[in-house]
């Protein structure tokens, strides 16, 4: 057994099924050892959607999910996907080729300190220097990636590493994962006074607040103190306590749910990061409490600074506040939550009654949510859908709707789609982005067709980068820089094997998206769509957010 062959072997007892990668010469050691594996290699077209494959697998599972590059651009071509995971909490492996120890301070084809590089995108970067370190740089990237706030970590393997012999090593129990405990039984009495002295307290669940390892704890704790809660873009949703719901929170402070933070007199932050919704839009210049439950310390904020930090596994410290009293909330207050979610459904609803071509996005959305169950996954891209989209999508469990509200990068919703269809084949997958962000990824359509991977995918086009745009209108008055032009999206998926629409009229979506669904090819489904009202979803916003 060479080095690459037990990284292989090893990724194989840790549980990992699928790889995704672009070969090349120095990591040509790992693709040849995945011949002799149960790992299903899902051969890319560009590293980037590798990585952005390796992290849909690592948010869906809450175990790693693995990519492979090459040296020099391989590898920089990771970067992207990798910031991403780390900045949203997803559990990804990356191990990038690298020249043979000999040329490493060479000036030779594709030497690279891809170490350095790789640090502030990832939780642990470092190379395997000896195939006797191959082991513990391999394990301690695994648990690095999968341990507290999960993120990315990158292995670096040199030629030479990986085709050395290692032949004394056992595969098993290296990234090993372990588990935190509660907070300290004082600290979690301290935590439930503070919230049972509230009166108006509210709860804002955050992306790891969403992991499917805590969905009972959650609903259990939430239910149980009768606390109105609101969502992150990236966070549960209305399936942890329906009645309790009020909506989702970030970006701009202009939400239905917003007006119920505004009236708070204490927030319990469940799994939150400050980078889903900044704490100086929302928590300047206010006294009220806060509490955080999450895996790790927050960083120090003036806007965000927790009185009581309840640190450790956050399903056991929610059983544990759920054994503690709970407040005595303000009845007015838990109706204006009521009302909070009234005020989003009622948004929606006008969607049935919006005829035309271009379509307006809230008739998008009462089509969706026609063909949407709860075993279908939502993959969102970046731009004005994404406010859309994570303002009145619905969720039915832990992790249904993916969205990069973190890097908020371009391009994820092709690639995640992709994944999610690999790991559940039988189950329905939407992926949704605009015009421009669809370009960004679009040649893995010949990987999706090639491995067999089935979904829709909605392209809201109006031949612009249009969350720029309106942004830009706002703020200077004029815009620059976000006209696009024009593609034949339906010639586009012919183009691959795919099956390709255009919609012709409102009337018409909700046939079209049936007929989709039904398709053994993925599809794509071109909406001309109407962002006049968008400067609506910049409405009341605070002026020193704009200026």
């Given at each position: 057994?060479?080095?690459?062959?037990?990284?292989?072997?090893?990724?194989?007892?840790?549980?990992?099924?699928?790889?995704?990668?672009?070969?090349?010469?120095?990591?040509?050691?790992?693709?040849?050892?995945?011949?002799?594996?149960?790992?299903?290699?899902?051969?890319?077209?560009?590293?980037?959607?590798?990585?952005?494959?390796?992290?849909?697998?690592?948010?869906?599972?809450?175990?790693?999910?693995?990519?492979?590059?090459?040296?020099?651009?391989?590898?920089?071509?990771?970067?992207?996907?990798?910031?991403?995971?780390?900045?949203?909490?997803?559990?990804?492996?990356?191990?990038?080729?690298?020249?043979?120890?000999?040329?490493?301070?060479?000036?030779?084809?594709?030497?690279?300190?891809?170490?350095?590089?790789?640090?502030?995108?990832?939780?642990?970067?470092?190379?395997?220097?000896?195939?006797?370190?191959?082991?513990?740089?391999?394990?301690?990237?695994?648990?690095?990636?999968?341990?507290?706030?999960?993120?990315?970590?990158?292995?670096?393997?040199?030629?030479?590493?990986?085709?050395?012999?290692?032949?004394?090593?056992?595969?098993?129990?290296?990234?090993?994962?372990?588990?935190?405990?509660?907070?300290?039984?004082?600290?979690?009495?301290?935590?439930?006074?503070?919230?049972?002295?509230?009166?108006?307290?509210?709860?804002?669940?955050?992306?790891?607040?969403?992991?499917?390892?805590?969905?009972?704890?959650?609903?259990?704790?939430v239910r149980h103190s009768g606390i109105p809660y609101a969502s992150t873009f990236q966070g549960p949703g209305s399936w942890v306590a329906p009645e309790l719901y009020a909506g989702r929170l970030g970006l701009f402070r202009n939400q239905p749910a917003d007006s119920l933070?505004?009236?708070?007199?204490?927030?319990?932050?469940?799994?939150?990061?400050?980078?889903?919704?900044?704490?100086?839009?929302?928590?300047?210049?206010?006294?009220?409490?806060?509490?955080?439950?999450?895996?790790?310390?927050?960083?120090?904020?003036?806007?965000?600074?927790?009185?009581?930090?309840?640190?450790?596994?956050?399903?056991?410290?929610?059983?544990?506040?759920?054994?503690?009293?709970?407040?005595?909330?303000?009845?007015?207050?838990?109706?204006?939550?009521?009302?909070?979610?009234?005020?989003?459904?009622?948004?929606?609803?006008?969607?049935?009654?919006?005829?035309?071509?271009?379509?307006?996005?809230?008739?998008?959305?009462?089509?969706?949510?026609?063909?949407?169950?709860?075993?279908?996954?939502?993959?969102?891209?970046?731009?004005?859908?994404?406010?859309?989209?994570?303002?009145?999508?619905?969720?039915?469990?832990?992790?249904?709707?993916?969205?990069?509200?973190?890097?908020?990068?371009?391009?994820?919703?092709?690639?995640?789609?992709?994944?999610?269809?690999?790991?559940?084949?039988?189950?329905?997958?939407?992926?949704?982005?605009?015009?421009?962000?669809?370009?960004?990824?679009?040649?893995?359509?010949?990987?999706?067709?090639?491995?067999?991977?089935?979904?829709?995918?909605?392209?809201?086009?109006?031949?612009?980068?249009?969350?720029?745009?309106?942004?830009?209108?706002?703020?200077?008055?004029?815009?620059?820089?976000?006209?696009?032009?024009?593609?034949?999206?339906?010639?586009?998926?012919?183009?691959?094997?795919?099956?390709?629409?255009?919609?012709?009229?409102?009337?018409?979506?909700?046939?079209?998206?049936?007929?989709?669904?039904?398709?053994?090819?993925?599809?794509?489904?071109?909406?001309?769509?109407?962002?006049?009202?968008?400067?609506?979803?910049?409405?009341?916003?605070?002026?020193?957010?704009?200026?």
């Amino acid at each position: 057994m060479n080095g690459a062959a037990f990284l292989i072997k090893t990724l194989e007892e840790h549980g990992v099924t699928h790889v995704f990668g672009v070969p090349g010469a120095k990591i040509d050691s790992v693709f040849n050892a995945l011949l002799d594996s149960t790992i299903q290699l899902v051969l890319c077209r560009h590293e980037q959607n590798a990585a952005f494959m390796a992290q849909a697998v690592g948010r869906l599972t809450g175990r790693i999910g693995v990519c492979v590059a090459t040296s020099g651009p391989g590898v920089t071509n990771l970067v992207t996907g990798l910031a991403t995971a780390t900045t949203e909490g997803d559990p990804v492996l990356a191990i990038g080729g690298e020249v043979p120890l000999d040329d490493r301070f060479k000036q030779t084809h594709q030497s690279l300190d891809a170490v350095s590089l790789m640090g502030p995108a990832t939780k642990f970067s470092q190379s395997a220097l000896t195939v006797h370190d191959l082991p513990e740089v391999l394990g301690n990237a695994i648990r690095a990636a999968e341990s507290g706030r999960p993120g990315a970590s990158f292995l670096g393997l040199p030629k030479d590493i990986g085709l050395a012999d290692l032949t004394d090593t056992s595969t098993k129990g290296w990234g090993q994962s372990y588990s935190l405990g509660p907070s300290q039984s004082f600290v979690l009495d301290q935590a439930a006074q503070k919230i049972q002295a509230m009166r108006k307290p509210f709860m804002l669940l955050g992306m790891q607040a969403s992991s499917k390892l805590y969905s009972e704890d959650l609903i259990t704790y939430v239910r149980h103190s009768g606390i109105p809660y609101a969502s992150t873009f990236q966070g549960p949703g209305s399936w942890v306590a329906p009645e309790l719901y009020a909506g989702r929170l970030g970006l701009f402070r202009n939400q239905p749910a917003d007006s119920l933070l505004n009236q708070a007199d204490g927030v319990i932050c469940v799994g939150f990061d400050p980078v889903e919704y900044d704490p100086s839009i929302w928590n300047t210049g206010n006294p009220r409490s806060i509490v955080s439950v999450d895996v790790k310390p927050t960083d120090q904020d003036r806007a965000f600074l927790p009185e009581i930090e309840l640190i450790g596994d956050i399903g056991q410290n929610l059983q544990a506040l759920s054994k503690r009293p709970v407040p005595s909330v303000d009845v007015v207050y838990k109706e204006l939550a009521a009302d909070r979610k009234a005020e989003l459904q009622a948004t929606l609803d006008e969607g049935s009654t919006m005829k035309g071509s271009p379509i307006h996005p809230l008739r998008v959305l009462h089509e969706l949510k026609q063909v949407v169950t709860p075993e279908t996954t939502l993959c969102l891209d970046v731009g004005s859908h994404y406010i859309w989209m994570n303002r009145y999508a619905a969720a039915d469990h832990a992790r249904q709707v993916l969205v990069s509200n973190g890097q908020q990068t371009l391009g994820v919703a092709l690639p995640w789609a992709i994944a999610s269809s690999l790991l559940n084949p039988q189950k329905p997958v939407i992926s949704v982005s605009g015009d421009g962000g669809f370009l960004f990824t679009a040649t893995e359509l010949e990987t999706a067709v090639r491995m067999g991977s089935r979904f829709v995918h909605l392209i809201w086009n109006s031949h612009s980068y249009n969350m720029v745009e309106f942004q830009e209108q706002a703020h200077y008055g004029r815009v620059s820089g976000i006209e696009l032009g024009h593609y034949d999206v339906v010639k586009f998926a012919e183009a691959f094997g795919c099956r390709g629409y255009d919609v012709k009229s409102a009337d018409s979506l909700g046939d079209i998206l049936r007929e989709s669904l039904e398709q053994t090819v993925p599809v794509l489904i071109n909406i001309p769509i109407d962002y006049t009202e968008n400067i609506k979803l910049m409405k009341d916003i605070p002026q020193e957010f704009i200026h």
